[in-house]
Every structure is written in structure tokens, then in C-alpha cells.
Nanobody, 130 residues
Framework: VQLQASGGGLVEAGGSLRLSCTAS????????IGWFRQAPGKGREGVST????????YYAESVKGRFTISRNRAENTVYLQMNSLRPEDTADYYC????????????????????????WGKGTLVTVSS
């Protein structure tokens, strides 16, 4: 599966953006999809995941209550709605596909599991000004 992340941009603190992760070559239905981000000088961290089966969602503590992940099967797209953005949310955001049986919460909690991703999309830059 090939993934394409889009929707990044420049926004003021408190603003909103919606990121899209669109698949080609395969349906996203069989995968757990995750959003990750990497800020300058920092490692890549898990932000949110959504499972293939029951649609279970997981979030990093830093984004809980502000970000919402969702899946549109008809559009073969996973979205990340980001509200109440903060300057510390500034980063390159990536989406990735994992085998469907992988637990989304574990993917966020254990960075080493990122190596098991089947596919990564190119990043989309989010810049939040103060």
C-alpha cells in the first residue's frame, strides 16, 4: 500500500488543521493506521492510531482531547483533525500502515514498533506560530 499524507500548513496557536492520509494500490481496511510526528532535533513519536477491525482509537497523552483520528472507507483515507494547536505541535507529520492485528496503543507507547510499519507516507509539515 502506498500512502500520501497531506494537509499541513502554517496556523496560529489555537487554530485547527485536518491532515489526510490517502492510500493507493490497496484498501486501508486491512491495516492499523498511525499518525506520527517528528519535531526538529527530536525523535519520531506516535500521535494517534486507528485499528482496522473495530475502529479503536488511541492517542498520545500530549494530544488527547485536541486531536481526533477517523477513517473514511469510501475515500480510502484516514484523517487527523487537530484542534487547539500549540507551538509544540510543530513537526513533520507522517502516516504509516501496520498489520491489522497490531495493537494501536502499543504502537504509540513503544517507538521500537515503528520499524514494523509496512508503509510510510511522506511527511507533511505543520507549523504552529505563537
Amino acid at each position: 500500500v502506498q500512502l500520501q499524507a497531506s494537509g499541513g500548513g502554517l496556523v496560529e496557536a489555537g487554530g485547527s488543521l485536518r491532515l489526510s492520509c490517502t492510500a493507493s494500490g490497496s484498501t486501508l481496511d486491512a491495516y492499523t493506521i498511525g499518525w506520527f510526528r517528528q519535531a526538529p532535533g527530536k525523535g519520531r513519536e506516535g500521535v494517534s492510531t486507528i485499528s482496522d477491525s473495530d475502529g479503536s482509537t488511541y492517542y498520545a497523552e500530549s494530544v488527547k482531547g485536541r486531536f481526533t483520528i477517523s477513517r473514511n472507507r469510501a475515500e480510502n483515507t484516514v484523517y487527523l483533525q487537530m484542534n487547539s494547536l500549540r507551538p509544540e505541535d510543530t513537526a513533520d507529520y507522517y502516516c504509516a500502515a501496520f498489520p491489522g492485528h497490531y495493537h494501536g496503543g502499543s504502537i504509540i507507547a513503544r517507538p521500537s514498533l515503528q520499524t514494523l510499519a509496512l508503509s510510510w507516507g511522506k511527511g507533511t509539515l505543520v507549523t504552529v506560530s505563537s
